[in-house]
């Protein structure tokens, strides 16, 4: 995948190589890199130690046999070039960075993945789609070179023109090629403000439609939300330099409390009926055109909007907390993000986003998958509605994340459809318009079974991804990516021995473990008060059930309640007193026992 703007234009490996050996500091930053990974063990692989955080949905468990090797000193942009339109930048760069250092010249990263704490390599390594990616494609069409370390600790940098097989494969590889130590990033011109346009439509086939009709098109930021099959929000942005009091308000998505992204789109959708006399004509036709219900409009800074969604982390801190009743309103979201939001690191220490749980140690990343879904599909535009529909029936996750992305060519074997996926769907053939569907929720589907319902969906798919867990066999992942050659890169690079393989990192499936459904009251498992609680609920029925037969009891007896109470204790009284004659009896007949009377 590529787009204009991406790997097959901008400065190269020359421009990349000269920009980092003119810095300062670059140069022993990654000298340091190499000599760790020259005194790598035989037989151990290779992984990074990072400052950052790690956000992937997969496990991670293989890095503590590993030889670490630390790449958090790599994390200065080196330059920002306005006439050419593109920044060189370290691996460990977080996109938050690269925002504040290309805006000081009026730029901006052509994509930019949600959260300010992704980085330049991490985003190379597990790929990155976001709202201008129907123009630009995804975030490895934007970097233009690479500079990456291999196995012997041999310094390449590569491009298109230079190594068009190790520059397509690194992209979504988890480094498991080499490690990526800086890269060229593609800029675009940027404005103060971007203006919002919240469409929404009461028919998932409508919504679907107008998707179809906006890519490519004008608007420079597109993504939607599916809330049902009846309820949609398609969201329209272009930068623009000022708020027109016209149109709509200035909103600021990172104020504490207030209503996060999503619940936010449904609001302001809902301000402007269709028919009605409305601000702004150039709404009212768009909304016309493209058949929507309602609309609004608000104005967003540029960085509040490129950041829009971190808050409430997208969308999963309401699904994770399940209570919509508390996060509806304000002083619940206040709540809920004082104790996580914006880190993910508490996150997962509070809600368990990877799975582990600090009140319940046997609560495990495959306890849940079996209730939350964290997974990215593609689907090629005609086919979103099909999508749609069958998550909703088999998985039933809402909201669904919508972002279109344009294949501009074939490139590496992550990165493109397969030939056999492209001989039965020629319409994905580039150029062409696929949606990424972000499904991050829990599945409340009744018959939701995760590895039979995910395997089916990735099967269903138009084009494989690593997005998220693979729950692809060995053989079927095998089969869904063209990996000739991945496979020989890894061979005469020496990462076969140096790296992990990328089936350590995220294919899943294990056909050995049985399949289980949706756990019950899953909240309560992960914290570890399932147990406790079902041994007071059995506690309380007993005692319930006791209290029945008492009154039942006490409503034939002469005495009443009170002398049912006084017969059970006439009877438990006599009860002991059989049981101490016994005891009695037993002891005054063993040789040398004493009586009770004596002692």
Not at 207 to 232: N, P, R, W
Not at 260 to 289: F, N, Y
Request: net charge negative; hydrophobic share 45%.
């Amino acid at each position: 995948m590529a787009a204009a703007h991406g790997s097959t234009h901008g400065p190269g490996a020359g421009y990349l190589r000269a920009a980092l050996e003119a810095d300062a500091h670059h140069g022993s930053k990654l000298a340091a890199v190499v000599r760790r990974v020259r005194t790598r063990p035989a037989g151990v692989k290779i992984s990074m130690r990072k400052a950052t955080k790690s956000h992937t949905p997969h496990g991670k468990d293989f890095k503590r046999s590993c030889h670490l090797v630390d790449v958090g000193p790599l994390d200065s942009v080196v330059s920002i070039d306005p006439d050419r339109l593109v920044a060189v930048c370290e691996g460990r760069v977080t996109i938050e960075q690269l925002v504040d250092a290309a805006a000081k010249h009026g730029l901006v990263p052509a994509v930019i993945p949600e959260i300010h704490d992704f980085t330049v390599a991490g985003l190379i390594n597990g790929l990155g789609i976001e709202t201008s990616s129907h123009r630009y494609g995804g975030f490895f069409d934007t970097v233009t070179a690479m500079e990456v370390v291999l196995a012997s600790g041999e310094v390449r940098h590569v491009d298109l023109a230079s190594d068009k097989d190790l520059f397509d494969s690194l992209f979504g590889s988890y480094g498991t090629l080499g490690i990526v130590t800086a890269a060229t990033v593609g800029l675009i011109p940027g404005k103060p403000l971007v203006r919002t346009r919240y469409l929404r439509f009461d028919s998932l086939h409508a919504y679907c439609e107008a998707m179809k009709a906006v890519v490519g098109g004008s608007h420079l930021f597109i993504e939607g939300f599916v809330f049902s099959l009846t309820d949609a929000v398609l969201m329209l942005g272009d930068f623009v330099d000022e708020v027109d009091p016209s149109e709509g308000e200035l909103w600021d998505p990172t104020v504490r409390g207030k209503e996060w992204i999503h619940q936010h789109a449904r609001t302001v959708s809902s301000q402007l009926k269709a028919g009605a006399v409305v601000r702004g004509d150039s709404l009212a036709g768009e909304m016309a055109a493209l058949g929507a219900c309602s609309a609004g409009t608000d104005f967003m800074g540029t960085k509040h909007y490129f950041f829009r969604s971190e808050r409430s982390w997208l969308w999963t801190l309401e699904a994770f907390v399940g209570f919509k009743e508390l996060t509806d309103t304000e002083w619940g979201r206040k709540m809920v993000e004082d104790r996580a939001a914006g880190d993910y690191a508490k996150m997962d220490a509070v809600f368990g986003f990877a799975g582990g749980s600090a009140n319940n140690p046997s609560w495990s990343s495959d306890d849940l998958e079996r209730v939350f879904v964290q997974q990215d599909t593609i689907w090629h535009v005609s086919n979103l509605e099909k999508g749609c529909r069958w998550v909703a029936e088999h998985i039933g996750v809402w909201p669904l994340w919508h972002c279109p992305c344009r294949v501009e060519r074939r490139a590496g074997p992550f990165t493109s459809v397969p030939a056999a996926k492209l001989a039965l769907n020629s319409f994905l053939e580039p150029p062409a318009y696929v949606v990424d569907m972000g499904i991050y929720g829990e599945a409340t589907a009744p018959d939701f079974r995760v590895r039979r319902d995910m395997r089916k969906l990735q099967a269903l798919m138009d084009a494989p991804t690593t997005f998220g867990n693979v729950y692809l066999s060995p053989e079927e992942f095998e089969s869904a990516f063209d990996l000739t050659v991945y496979r020989r890169l890894r061979r005469e690079l020496g990462a076969e021995d140096a790296f992990p393989s990328i089936e350590t990192k995220v294919v899943v499936y294990d056909a050995s473990k049985p399949e289980l459904g949706r756990i019950p009251l899953w909240r309560l498992e992960r914290e570890g008060l399932l147990v406790p609680l079902k041994r007071a609920a059995a506690a309380t029925a007993v005692a319930a059930v006791a209290g029945i037969a008492l009154l039942v009891a006490g409503s034939r007896h002469d005495g009443g309640v009170t002398g049912v109470l006084r017969d059970c204790a006439d009877g438990l009284r006599a009860a002991a007193g059989s049981v101490w004659a016994a005891v009695s009896g037993v002891a005054a007949e063993a040789p040398g026992a004493e009586s009770p009377s004596s002692s």
